[in-house]
């Protein structure tokens, strides 16, 4: 059984950092990608990055680039989203999904498709 496990979120101020974790088990391959999607207040959830365990590629949503980096530590397996440069607008509940890999896994992250999904952590960025 797949799980993940979201931690790090807390309060900071805008222009300060975070960095949460996504710690991933049960996987019976090594071909997945694990990514953070976000859901403010009263908005619909939105993706935010995502990472391949097999070649370590990436995938940034656009006006992100530059604030936020994702990486991915095997041995722990665990993934890391570093947040640099908050802003209040980035407050959300931050969520981690996984899904194995495929030719369509930009196109199944940015609509929301990952299978599995582990619980929020809440980052609130005052002003």
């Known amino acids: 059984e797949v799980q993940l496990q979201a931690s790090g979120g807390g309060l900071v101020q805008a222009g300060g950092s975070l960095r949460l974790a996504c710690k991933a088990s049960g996987f019976t391959s090594d071909d997945y990608v694990i990514g953070w999607y976000r859901q403010a207040p009263g908005k619909d959830r939105e993706e935010v990055s995502y990472?391949?365990?097999?070649?370590?590629?990436?995938y940034y949503e656009h006006s992100l680039r530059g604030r936020f980096t994702i990486s991915f530590d095997k041995a722990k397996m665990t993934v890391y989203l570093q947040m640099n440069s908050l802003k209040p607008e980035d407050t959300a509940v931050y969520y981690c999904?996984?899904?194995?890999?495929?030719?369509?896994?930009?196109?199944?992250?940015?609509?929301?498709?990952?299978?599995?999904w582990g619980q929020g952590t809440l980052v609130t960025v005052s002003s």
């Open positions: 990472i391949s365990n097999k070649d370590g590629s990436t």
């Open positions: 999904a996984a899904d194995r890999s495929s030719w369509m896994i930009a196109e199944r992250f940015i609509s929301r498709a990952f299978p599995y």
